[in-house]
């Protein structure tokens, strides 16, 4: 099992930016891969980014050019940069972490665009 500990959520005017981080009670190293997900309401959880632990990154198309994840092995954390943030972005963001090939979840924090 792997602990995943969120942390940076909450409310931003449109077009600000917010860093989520999520630390994790094991190694990166022990992982398949790290990521976040996020849910709106009313709405199903989608993929947002992911990134290995050897740094080979993805993201969903709504988010490619604003959102940057990245890891910081040393401190077994990852991050999600959001910039220039959209309306839509509003969600509940969860990090992920697959570990022995089984999904673990943080605890989800809000996250809440203005306009």
């Known amino acids: 099992q792997v602990q995943l500990v969120e942390s940076g959520g909450g409310l931003v005017q449109a077009g600000g930016s917010l860093r989520l981080s999520c630390a994790a009670s094991?190694?990166?190293?022990?992982?398949?891969?790290m990521g976040w997900y996020r849910q709106a309401p009313g709405k199903q959880r989608e993929l947002v980014a992911t990134?290995?632990?050897?740094?080979?990154?993805n993201y969903a198309d709504s988010v490619k050019g604003r959102f940057i994840i990245s890891r910081d092995n040393t401190k077994n954390t990852w991050y999600l940069q959001m910039n220039s943030m959209k309306l839509e972005d509003t969600a509940v963001y969860f990090c992920?972490?697959?570990?022995?090939?089984?999904?673990?979840w943080g605890q989800g924090t809000q996250v809440t665009v203005s306009s």
């Open positions: 992920n972490a697959y570990y022995n090939f089984e999904p673990h």
């Open positions: 094991k190694s990166i190293y022990s992982m398949n891969v």
């Open positions: 990134i290995t632990p050897h740094g080979l990154t």
